[in-house]
């Protein structure tokens, strides 16, 4: 990525099969951003119909970001680069799954506020991304009956936290899916990732690995995160991403399970 001399750390030594995966500050990613022409014209209509100008600027700081990112990775120019949207359900083009026709990468994109989450892989794969409340109320539909039993076991205070572990997790793994309006989150029992860094869960005929990580360091509060994919694979974190030198992304990681 030379355009704006933005240069991820070590993407060129990336292993085969491994998940890339990268958290971002949108609101550092887009101050150091001094040309925005590559962001397609339906991610600016929609960034037009939002109200807030700084809900606006990070929507298309992720999408300048995704862009950047698979260029990177597949050799190409992020003007050139042509992102598709198809949804599963009523087979409308201007929302559902990202994907780039033809091209051997999946990739899957997760914001809160002002931080993000991206991640690349050969195959099917899936992050989402909460910032820790503490006063948080857990959502029970959402919950299969194991996840409740196991919320209902922990001290009240750490129920919030619990409810959003899972959250993550859920949502990672319908991403991964392709998720369609058929999917109903509490279907997805992840209860495991209440004491454990990752689970195993079937859905749409294929198992599911989902690992739970969390980054502390962030003024939000702590950020949870979940990455599911279908390979068990290693996720390899790319950290430094500097833009015009600035480092973008302020990361620290605990120990991610290569099982
Ligand atoms: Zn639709």
Same mark, same amino acid.
């Given at each position: 990525v030379n355009r704006t001399g933005a240069s991820p750390e070590g993407t060129t030594g990336r292993r085969r099969g491994e998940i890339e995966f990268f958290v971002v500050d949108l609101d550092a990613w887009a101050a150091a951003w001094p040309d925005d022409s590559d962001v397609a014209a339906i991610d600016r209509s929609e960034a037009n119909r939002l109200r807030r100008p700084e809900q606006a600027r990070r929507l298309l700081a992720r999408r300048s970001v995704v862009r950047s990112l698979l260029a990177e990775r597949l050799g190409t120019e992020p003007a050139g680069l042509v992102v598709s949207r198809l949804c599963?359900?009523?087979?409308?083009?201007?929302?559902g799954k990202p994907f780039v026709s033809g091209a051997p990468v999946s990739f899957s994109v997760a914001s809160s506020g002002g931080v993000a989450a991206f991640a690349l892989s050969e195959s099917a794969v899936g992050v989402d991304l909460e910032v820790e409340d503490p006063k948080l109320t857990p959502? +029970? +539909?959402?919950?299969a009956e194991r996840e409740l039993r196991g919320l209902a076991a922990l001290p009240v205070g750490r129920r919030g936290t619990g409810f959003l572990r899972l959250w993550t997790a859920k949502e990672a793994v319908l991403k991964a899916a392709g998720r369609t309006l058929a999917d109903d989150p509490s279907t997805v029992d992840v209860a495991e990732l209440l004491w454990s860094r990752s689970a195993v869960v079937a859905l749409g005929h294929r198992r599911w690995h989902v690992r739970h990580l969390a980054i502390d360091d962030r003024s939000e509060g702590t950020v949870l995160l979940a990455v599911a994919d279908d390979l068990r694979r290693p996720v390899s974190m790319r950290s430094a991403w500097s833009v015009g030198g600035a480092r973008v992304s302020s990361t620290t990681f605990p120990g991610v399970p290569s099982t």
């Open positions: 599963p359900t009523c087979g409308a083009t201007d929302h959502q +029970r +539909r959402a919950m």
